[in-house]
């Protein structure tokens, strides 16, 4: 019984390595291939460089309306359709966006640079690690 379970397994490994040598090429080659790093994150120290950012908060309204970036634009992922059209007047196609909400935890940031990038197909949006944590941590300044 051993004797034929060997080349048996043999046999479906090699099969398997066959399948994955075209596989991992697809991946590597592939002009629209995923990032495998987070998707889009950028550090504050990175964006500090920057000249001209458009400001996205990702954040509920009543948060934004406490304290935001200075000049950001209030975007929550579930009030899309009556904000998006601010944010589309602001936007030019050479300035960089830059989308945070609350900390590493807050999905909401990925969620609308995601909006932003396969609904609008806008391609220079980024997502703040650290999101509103990073910004208040650093000492930036705010608006109230």
């Known amino acids: 019984m051993n004797a034929v379970r060997i080349p048996l397994l ?3 490994a090699g099969v398997l390595l066959l399948a994955l040598v075209p596989a991992l ?4 080659l592939h002009p629209r291939k995923p990032s ?23 954040r509920p309204a009543t948060a934004y309306s406490e304290a935001h970036v200075p000049g950001a634009l209030n ?3 579930g009030a899309w359709e009556s904000h998006i059209e601010t944010v589309l007047i602001a936007w030019a196609p050479e300035r960089r966006v830059v989308v945070y909400c609350d900390g590493h935890s807050c999905r ?7 909006r932003m990038r ?8 980024h ?9 208040r941590q650093a000492g930036r300044e705010v608006v109230k």
């Open 10 to 12: 043999r046999c479906v």
């Open 108 to 114: 909401a940031s990925h969620e609308v640079a995601a």
């Open 127 to 135: 997502v703040l690690t650290g999101g509103w944590d990073a910004w």
């Open 25 to 28: 090429l697809s991946a590597w």
């Open 36 to 58: 495998w790093e987070r998707t889009g994150e950028v550090a504050l120290s990175t964006v500090a460089g920057w000249a001209d950012v458009l400001w996205i908060d990702a």
């Open 118 to 125: 396969t609904e609008l197909g806008l391609e220079n949006v």
């Open 75 to 77: 975007l929550p992922s």
